[in-house]
């Protein structure tokens, strides 16, 4: 299963709010989660089940989708947040997306 | 709280072989899956392989099938990853992870060991 992110990279201000969608090439009902990874550290989990918040996790981000189109929702970006963020999915096997690099503007 | 190690990564040359190994603590080890993931310089992130809990479920990613060998010593709690055969392409950064239980996302991840294939 290919998992394609989109967009690639994308530049918004703070207090924005950032979209960044994730597509299947077949269906994988809601096994998705969604990743941050800042420069030289390990990625973190942020959103599991396309939609359940990770512990500890800021109420900002947020999740969405089912079977082949997933969407990750920061609904007001903050400095913090500049960061590349990956999905998985764990339908079959596991896969990665190529990743979407967030800057702040 | 939970902390994963990793360890033995370095240069290699082209054909060669490597064992990583991930140490395990702050958690009932034996109780949960364990993932190995790679991320090539300036890449995204690869899965590379899977294993249960007891080890009696392995998976692989094409690119490393027949190449790269995962296993795991539970009362030593820890995690490893023989890869033989090394190309160039296997250059990265690996980390091991701990799949949640009975949710299978990567919950905790190691910092990660440089793995160098060049001649």
């Known amino acids: 299963i290919q998992l394609t992110q989109s967009p690639s990279s994308l530049s918004a201000s703070v207090g924005d709010r950032v979209t960044i969608t994730c597509r299947a090439s077949q269906g994988i009902s809601n096994f998705i989660g969604w990743y941050q990874q800042k420069p030289g550290k390990a990625p973190k989990l942020l959103i599991y089940a396309a939609s359940t918040l990770q512990s500890g996790v800021p109420s900002r981000f947020s999740g969405s989708g089912s079977g082949t189109d997933f969407t990750l929702t920061i609904s007001s970006l903050q400095p913090e947040d500049s960061a590349t963020y990956h999905c998985?999915?764990?339908?079959?096997?596991?896969?990665f997306g190529q990743g979407t690099k967030v800057e702040i503007k | 709280q939970v902390q994963l190690v990793e360890s033995g990564g370095g240069l290699v040359k082209p054909g060669g072989s490597l064992r990583l190994s991930c140490a395990a603590s702050g958690f009932t080890f034996s109780d949960y899956y364990m993932s190995w993931i790679r991320q090539a310089p300036g890449k995204g992130l690869e899965w590379v392989s899977y294993?249960?809990?007891?080890?009696?479920?392995?998976y692989y990613a094409d690119s490393v099938k027949g190449r790269f060998t995962v296993s795991r010593d539970n009362a030593k709690n820890s995690l490893y990853l023989q890869m033989n055969s090394l190309r160039a392409e296997d250059t990265a950064v690996y980390y091991c992870a701990r799949e949640g239980y009975q949710t299978y996302y990567l919950d905790y991840w190691g910092q990660g060991t440089l793995v160098t294939v060049s001649s």
């Open positions: 998985q999915q764990l339908n079959s096997y596991r896969t």
């Open positions: 294993i249960s809990n007891s080890g009696g479920t392995i």
